[in-house]
Structure formats: C-alpha cells, structure tokens
C-alpha cells in the first residue's frame, strides 16, 4: 500500500463547475499538507499549503486537511479551462523535509 | 518570488556520455535543494537532498555514484547523470527550500533527458 493514495483520473468537468480532488494517507505522522499543479512537461506549482487539519482558501482554491481521517482534499470554484492540469498532493513530517507525493489527478475542464 | 530555473530543458546524449543538469534558485538563497525524477505519468520520486556546503543525501537505491550532485552556493545545485544509459532516460525536476518554519519548496521546470 502506497502512503499516499490519490485518483489518478482523468477528472472532466464543464466550465464553471466545482472540482474536488482528494487524497488519503497512512503516515499519521504527516503534518504539513501541500498541492501541487503541474502542467504537462512543466514542473510543479505550489497551490496550496497547510498545517495540521482545518480549512485554508486562497481565491478560487479551498484545501481541508481531516487527519482524523486521514483526507484531503482540494476544491476548486468556478473552473476554468486554464485549470486544466494534473494536481499533486504532498506531504511531510515535522522535522522531515522531504515530501511524499501522491500519484497526481489530472482535471480536464472543458469550456 | 520564489522562482527556481533549470538547465538545460531538454538534453539528448549518447549512452556512455555524461549529463549536467542546473538547478539555480533566482530570487531566494537555498541551502536545501532537492532532485526528483519523474516518470511519464507516474507522480515525483526523491532521489536526493542536496544541501549546501555538504554531501548530499541519497534515497535508498538511488546510486550516489551515478547521480553526483553538488550544491556549490546557496542558488546553485547541480546534478551530473554519469555515463548515462537509456534507463536513465526521464524527467528530472529539482525545488528549492524557501528558510523559515513553513520549508516550502518551489519547482524547477524541468529537464528532459533522452539517452539513445
């Protein structure tokens, strides 16, 4: 079993609808929450970062951390075509710097 | 801010040969960077922590003398695929470590690496 465990998709979605895309771990460890957007042949860009469980939004982006059980997950409003992409979550211990990744979701958004 | 650059973005070499591959940080000091490999759909996989003024600390089964890195400045890491074979063929990204509690870590673009 992986740590992290995400969707690989593809997710397609019409313009202008919510998108959620989720990841589950193991490591009860993780602490520090991350997503990661990658176009194709493009490196990583960090999207969203959060501490420990509750909620964070960053204009159209919400990330919510539940270590309870385990979940995160990314919503994304009002979508657009610009978003389409793959979306990487990641993950880190206090005191660790290395970051586990999950395998990537990639959204389609259609216009 | 927070920009990190890589070069070259795509390289093709003969199998044998040996690649460099930079990795600089633009805008912020780093003293720890880091190198990813990346196969075609599949997510990162560490390889390494490079940080600067030291030896670099390899992921296990990751062959220190086949992938040297050096982290010579506090923008500059580099990692050099010695004598390269198709296997090695792939996507190497690196990111950078931005200092303060958060450690966040900003990508490169990039570098695509074809060995025939």
């Known amino acids: 079993q992986k740590e992290v465990e995400q969707d690989p998709g593809p997710l397609s979605v019409p313009e202008g609808a919510i998108v959620s895309l989720n990841c589950t771990y193991s490591?009860?460890?993780?602490?520090?929450f991350m997503w990661y957007r990658q176009y194709s042949r493009k490196g990583p860009e960090l999207l969203m970062y959060t501490y420990s469980s509750g909620n964070k939004e960053d204009g159209r982006f919400t990330a919510q951390v539940d270590k309870s059980s385990k979940y995160i997950s990314l919503f994304i409003r009002d979508s657009q075509p610009s978003d389409s992409a793959t979306y990487l979550c990641?993950?880190?211990?206090?005191?660790?710097?290395?970051?586990?990744f999950g395998s990537g979701t990639r959204l389609q958004v259609q216009p | 801010g927070a920009v990190v650059s890589q070069h070259p973005s795509r390289v093709i070499c003969k199998s044998g040969t040996s690649v460099k591959i930079e990795c600089r940080s633009l805008?912020?000091?780093?003293?720890?960077m880091f190198w990813y490999r990346q196969f075609p759909k599949q997510s990162l996989m560490l390889m390494a922590t490079?940080?600067?003024?030291?030896?670099?600390?390899?992921e296990q089964g990751v062959e220190k003398d086949k992938f040297l890195i050096n982290h010579a400045s506090l923008t500059l890491s580099t990692l050099t695929v010695t004598s390269a074979h198709p296997e090695d063929s792939s996507f190497y990204i690196c990111?950078?470590?931005?200092?303060?509690?958060?450690?966040?870590?900003?990508f490169g673009p990039g570098t695509r690496l074809t060995v025939t």
């Open positions: 805008d912020f000091q780093a003293t720890t």
């Open positions: 490591n009860s460890a993780f602490q520090y």
């Open positions: 990641a993950m880190r211990e206090t005191g660790r710097r290395a970051l586990t």
């Open positions: 990111s950078a470590e931005t200092s303060g509690a958060n450690y966040e870590q900003y």
């Open positions: 490079s940080n600067e003024g030291s030896k670099a600390t390899y």
